[in-house]
């Protein structure tokens, strides 16, 4: 008996503390991002690949439908639809078909990093949810890398998967449609594609994108830490009208002192595009060191621009760009600013 009234008053035995790693919490912040922000990543780039594939069904059946009536007619005279004998043109629609379901969903993407990256530290000041976070032990450099590389990494990953599988249904519903209208040769659109080349050009331009984007995402993400209130303004707004006002010197000067070569342009680039605007997929292709190639393809028409959209060495060449260097330098600096700014601005 008085074994078993020891045992009732011995007390527990203590639990084994469990050590969190900082890889652990930086783990679950980034879960973190992903509920708050699943809708943006992931429904939207859904839903925007759903619309693309509806228009192309439609576009489809309407053509389909067209072509049939005037075919009845005997009014279809000069439309080839043998692909027999151009199986390179029909490879093109192949491809065509992928980088389309690409481009309707990065279209969405752009909305969503951008205004993404202009609330990830305002909305948690806003709402006062960032005294929770702060009173956690979870160092403000975790928390702004975390959103960062969602902007930068994770969320484009996601957008050119969807991507990718809306391509993939464009590209069947285009080999359905030449077949259901008795195209010769409609098996070229699979057999003549690149669906390997357009894949290994969209996992190049990844790492591409998170350095060229860094300016912009780091400006707004600045902003975002900075600002009181409406950051759109601060990070949109005032640099527009900066550049609106850049112009009107620049036209001021051009007529009063024509040899005073203000650089008005190069002084819009930086805050306009490279401020405002790289964080568009693939608007590396718009910088001076690389539009020549670009410019050059589009002149040598539509074939010679759809094999430069799936060449490897498009994106590999803006790595060797100082724009591109230069950029992701001030980028980060603009983060580091971010970090600091979101420990010690005042919330009071």
Request: proline share 5%.
């Amino acid at each position: 008996m008085n074994a078993t009234h020891d045992d009732l008053q011995a007390p527990p035995a203590a639990r084994p503390m469990t050590t969190i790693t900082p890889m652990q919490t930086f783990k679950m912040l980034l879960r973190r991002e992903y509920w708050e922000h699943r809708g943006g990543f992931v429904w939207g780039p859904l839903i925007a690949g759903a619309i693309a594939i509806v228009l192309a069904l439609i576009t489809a059946i309407g053509l389909s439908a067209a072509f049939h009536y005037y075919l009845g007619k005997g009014d279809a005279h000069g439309v080839n639809l043998d692909f027999s004998s151009k199986a390179d043109s029909a490879g093109q629609i192949g491809d065509l078909a992928l980088s389309g379901g690409l481009a309707m969903v990065f279209m969405v993407f752009v909305f969503v990093v951008f205004f993404y990256a202009l609330g990830s530290i305002y909305d948690e000041r806003k709402d006062r949810s960032i005294l929770f976070w702060k009173s956690l032990p979870i160092s403000d450099t975790q928390a702004v890398l975390s959103k960062l590389l969602w902007a930068l990494v994770l969320a484009p990953v996601l957008a050119a998967a969807i991507g990718l599988l809306v391509g993939l249904v464009l590209w069947v519903l285009a080999w359905l449609t030449a077949v259901a209208n008795g195209v010769d040769g409609a098996s070229a659109i699979f057999v003549q594609a690149h669906p390997l080349r357009v894949v290994a050009q969209v996992l190049l331009s990844l790492p591409v994108y998170a350095l060229w984007a860094l300016p912009t995402v780091g400006w707004l993400m600045l902003c975002s830490a900075w600002a009181r209130s409406v950051p759109f303004i601060w990070a949109v707004v005032i640099p527009l009208l900066a550049c609106v006002f850049i112009g009107l010197v620049n036209v001021f000067l051009a007529i009063i002192a024509p040899d005073t070569g203000f650089p008005a342009l190069r002084l819009a680039y930086i805050v306009g595009y490279r401020g405002l605007l790289s964080v568009v997929p693939g608007s590396w292709m718009l910088s001076p060191q690389i539009a020549s190639d670009a410019q050059r393809a589009a002149v040598d028409g539509p074939q010679a621009l759809t094999q430069s959209s799936i060449d490897f060495t498009t994106n590999l060449h803006a790595l060797t760009t100082i724009d591109l260097w230069v950029g992701a330098a001030i980028g980060a600096a603009m983060v580091y600013g971010a970090i600091r700014l979101r420990r010690w601005r005042d919330e009071g």
